[in-house]
């Protein structure tokens, strides 16, 4: 069963299984989303997610082992600084961060921990992490990378055609959001943000084999405003942001069984 890891007394966390239990922690970030989305954009997403997971395993799976993590509220967003309100750990911060908790995890017999990543900064940080706990304790660490930004078709799928720059801030976020927590968002305010530096480019792009350390202001409004948000969130709905949760929790679920047969020895 999915139970949520700050909720348990010390003595059901003794008889809890080590071996077989998943814990999930998810990773969100303090930063900028435009005008229209909070700060906790990413924080919100991932407890959303978590929480989907949670219903979707206790209605197909209710034998699953796992424990949810308290949220991990603050990432890294160094590209992200300039804007008011943004706030982030220096890199070595957030690797030890997550590297304490691990090693915590793992002093108490835990064997599968899930990072459920929803800061596309955060993943290197995590990937370095996962290989060197795996190397060195044989902790297995597996990465969930659910930002609506990492290759899902059917999420991208919902953004109005046209809006080809759509990603941080945008229509994709800005729905889940609408999905979640619908007071927060400020649709009146919205604006759309263009990588302007970037365009007409080939092979120099902001994601691909070429590319460099972007940082938000160069995400522009049409006025040549820098924004810092990539793509035009005013096509954002809350069923739009349902359908996005809906298909990329299918997806984390899916992967999560198998997490769940995996043996490392």
Known sequence: MVRYYRELTRLEMEAVDKEE??????????????????????????????????????????????????????????????FCGSITLKPDTFYHVLEDICRGLFRHGFKKIAMLNCHGGNTPIIQVLSRELRSELGLAVFMINCGVFFGNQAVKDTVTPGNVWDFHGGEMETSMILAERPELVKMETAQAGIPRKFMGNRSLTVYGPITLGWVSEEWETEDG?????????????????EQIYQSFVGSIVDGLKEIRRWKDQ
Request: include cysteine; glycine fraction near 12%.
């Open 21 to 82: 239990t998943v814990v999930l922690i998810p990773i969100g970030a303090l930063e900028q989303h435009g005008n229209q989305c909070p700060l906790g954009t990413d924080e919100i997403i991932s407890e959303a997610v978590a929480r989907r997971i949670r219903e979707t395993l206790d209605r197909e799976i209710p034998d699953y082992p796992m424990l949810i993590f308290p949220p991990v509220p603050v990432g890294l967003s160094t590209e992200h600084v300039n």
């Open 225 to 241: 405003t820098p924004i810092g948000i990539g793509g035009d969130p005013r096509g954002a709905t809350a069923e739009k942001g």
